[in-house]
C-alpha cells in the first residue's frame, strides 16, 4: 500500500480523495451531497491510500489553532476494510503529527468506530451526539514529541 498526500484541492490527488468520501459517505452511508464538500476541503492535507494504484482509502487534516488539527472524512472502500488501510490512514496522520510538532489531534468518531480510534489512543469526551443524524463522539488524542 502506498500513501500520498497534498494540501489543497489543486492537487492531482483531489479527485481520488473525493471520489471516495462520495462513494463512502454519500453513496453507501447517505449523509448529504451539499456538505461532503466544504471550504476546509481548499485548505486541509489530504492523504489517499493506494493499493496496486486504486484509490483505497482517505483521510484529511485542518489545521487548527494553538498547534492542534482535526481529522476528518476518514473513509476506506468497504472492500478493503479488514486489511488495515484504516489503521494506515491513522497512524500516518498521527507521525505527521509528531513530525510537525503538532500538540494534540482529535476528530468525531462515528459511535460505531470509536473502539477503532480508542486502539490508537484516542480518548473519548463528552456525550453522544447525532450527526447527520448519526451518533457520534467527541475523540481527543494529545501528541508527543
Request: charged letters at 20%; hydrophobic letters at 45%.
Amino acid at each position: 500500500m502506498e500513501i500520498k498526500s497534498a494540501i489543497g484541492q489543486q492537487s492531482p490527488l483531489i479527485d481520488d480523495a473525493l471520489n471516495l468520501r462520495q462513494h463512502v459517505f454519500i453513496n453507501e452511508q447517505g449523509f448529504d451531497p451539499l456538505i461532503e464538500v466544504d471550504e476546509y476541503d481548499d485548505v486541509a492535507l489530504h492523504i489517499v491510500a493506494y493499493i496496486d494504484n486504486q484509490p483505497v482509502g482517505v483521510a484529511r487534516l485542518i489545521f487548527q489553532e494553538n498547534n492542534k488539527a482535526k481529522i476528518g472524512r476518514v473513509a476506506v472502500l468497504k472492500a478493503y476494510r479488514a486489511l488495515g488501510v484504516g489503521k494506515q490512514l491513522m497512524e500516518y496522520l498521527i507521525n505527521y503529527a509528531q513530525n510537525h510538532h503538532l500538540s494534540e489531534l482529535c476528530l468525531s468518531s462515528q459511535l460505531h468506530a470509536k473502539h477503532f480510534y480508542a486502539k490508537l489512543g484516542f480518548q473519548a469526551q463528552g456525550d453522544v451526539y447525532l450527526e447527520e443524524e448519526a451518533e457520534h463522539i467527541w475523540m481527543v488524542l494529545p501528541i508527543s514529541s
